[in-house]
């Protein structure tokens, strides 16, 4: 149990919030009546210090499990009551980390270095439900199409960049879309590829993936215009001389040779 707590550990911050008030009245932390999974010794400071960083690591209010309002005081939550599903869920999470940590702890043993702690915030990162860009991708795929995919990216980078919780480098859209275009997706795949060449122009991986899409869905002039790209920032890269050579000598026959006679 002694890793059940030790969530947050390193999160000197929790601490900080949490003495302000707690000197004069007793804290809203001390003498817990329902701890079915935490240790019943735990002290008041890693009480709030683990009920503080779990809040944090799913980027949500103490309500979210607990039994309050937003603009109540903490002190007339029922931290007590077992009422939400969230609570119950967070209980066997708790449990779930104490398994991996002692399944960590003992591999680290083994190659003699001290365990990296799992915490919440280790999946979480400020989600509720942990989840990466693709799979919020792949759901807005489910019932929309590329241009849904690429508002739903959009707003995601307008509210999270900067933060833990979603990954918006170059590299994962590029894979992603690479994905998208090589399956059933193409369109989605291009118009996700798109954005990221508005974000990453100067990256010649962004350029070739978008040719490729291009060339898939036959439309030679943009792929040689993307292909073009790649070469220019990527110059003597031989595979791509060719492609260009093959789509202008490709491009030339098909030239409307064909006058009515
Ligand atoms: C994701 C769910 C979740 C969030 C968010 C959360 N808690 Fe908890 N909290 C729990 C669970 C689960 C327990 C019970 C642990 C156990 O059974 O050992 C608990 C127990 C407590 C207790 C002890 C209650 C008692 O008398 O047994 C207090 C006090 C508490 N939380 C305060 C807070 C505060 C304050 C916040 C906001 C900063 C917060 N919690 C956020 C899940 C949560
Ligand atoms: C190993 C990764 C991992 C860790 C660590 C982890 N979780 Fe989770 N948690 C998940 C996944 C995955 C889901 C979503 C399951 C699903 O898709 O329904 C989830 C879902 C939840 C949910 C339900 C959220 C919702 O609204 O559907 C709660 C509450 C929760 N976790 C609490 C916690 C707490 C508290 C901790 C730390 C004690 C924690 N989790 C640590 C992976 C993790």
């Not at 007590?80 to 708790?94: G, H, L, W």
Request: contains cysteine; hydrophobic residues 40%; charged residues 25%.
């Amino acid at each position: 149990m002694r890793a059940i707590f030790a969530v947050t550990a390193g999160l000197a911050l929790a601490g900080v919030l949490s003495t302000a008030s707690a000197q004069e009245r007793k804290s809203i932390f001390a003498d817990p009546q329902n701890l079915q999974v935490l240790p019943a010794d735990i002290s008041t400071a890693e009480l709030s210090q683990t009920m503080r960083g779990v809040a944090l690591g799913l980027g949500v209010r103490c309500q979210y499990c607990h039994v309050g309002e937003a603009g109540q005081s903490l002190r007339e939550f029922d931290f007590a009551a077992d009422v939400k599903e969230t609570k119950a869920i967070a209980r066997q999470m708790f449990q779930m980390v104490a398994d991996i940590n002692a399944r960590t702890s003992a591999i680290a043993s083994q190659m003699e270095r001290p365990a990296t702690e799992v915490r919440c915030v280790t999946c979480h990162r400020g989600q509720a439900r942990p989840q990466l860009i693709e799979d919020v991708l792949n759901q807005t795929l489910e019932s929309g199409d590329g241009a849904a995919a690429v508002e739903k990216y959009k707003a995601l980078r307008e509210e999270f960049y900067g933060s833990h919780t979603f990954d918006f480098s170059e590299l994962t859209l590029t894979m992603f879309t690479s994905g998208l275009q090589r399956g059933s997706n193409i369109e989605a795949g291009i118009a996700l590829q798109e954005l990221n060449r508005e974000y990453h122009p100067e990256v010649w991986r962004v350029h070739i993936s978008l040719a490729e899409g291009y060339e898939t869905v036959g439309d030679p002039e943009k792929a040689l215009e993307s292909y073009r790209k790649t070469l220019e920032l990527r110059p003597g890269f031989a595979h791509v001389e060719g492609k260009i050579k093959a789509i202008e000598e490709q491009m030339k026959a098909e030239e409307p040779e064909s006058k009515p006679e």
